[in-house]
């Protein structure tokens, strides 16, 4: 069956670095657009930051631009964020999707915390 499973998050101090890692499997991984979202506490869930199957086309949120970075490894069936300057408010849940066609999977989430 279709898992993601994502990895890396954890406590950090602010400025700090995490790379959050997203395992895929059940599905063509080459196939899928895969975005990263987050959701702190008390706030709707926000796309982070996109990244199309080849990996060739990414995008990210302004509130993360020049800060984090998406990619891929279409090998490894695996998607990553590499989150740089932390700031306390990155704190979130962060979740993977996967988006093959007209169907979107999720991960289960990762939690981030930025705090001194």
């Known amino acids: 069956q279709v898992q993601l499973v994502e990895s890396g998050g954890g406590l950090v101090q602010p400025g700090g670095s995490l790379r959050l890692s997203c395992a895929a499997s059940?599905?063509?991984?080459?196939?899928?657009?895969m975005r990263w979202f987050r959701q702190a506490p008390g706030k709707e869930r926000e796309l982070v930051a996109f990244?199309?199957?080849?990996?060739?086309?990414?995008a990210h949120a302004d509130s993360v631009k020049g800060r984090f970075t998406i990619s891929r490894d279409n090998a490894k069936n695996a998607v990553y964020l590499q989150m740089n300057s932390l700031k306390p408010e990155d704190t979130a849940v962060y979740y993977c999707?996967?988006?093959?066609?007209?169907?979107?999977?999720w991960g289960q989430g990762t939690q981030v915390t930025v705090s001194s």
């Open positions: 999707k996967a988006t093959l066609g007209q169907i979107d999977y």
């Open positions: 059940g599905f063509t991984f080459k196939n899928a657009n």
């Open positions: 990244i199309s199957s080849s990996g060739g086309s990414t």
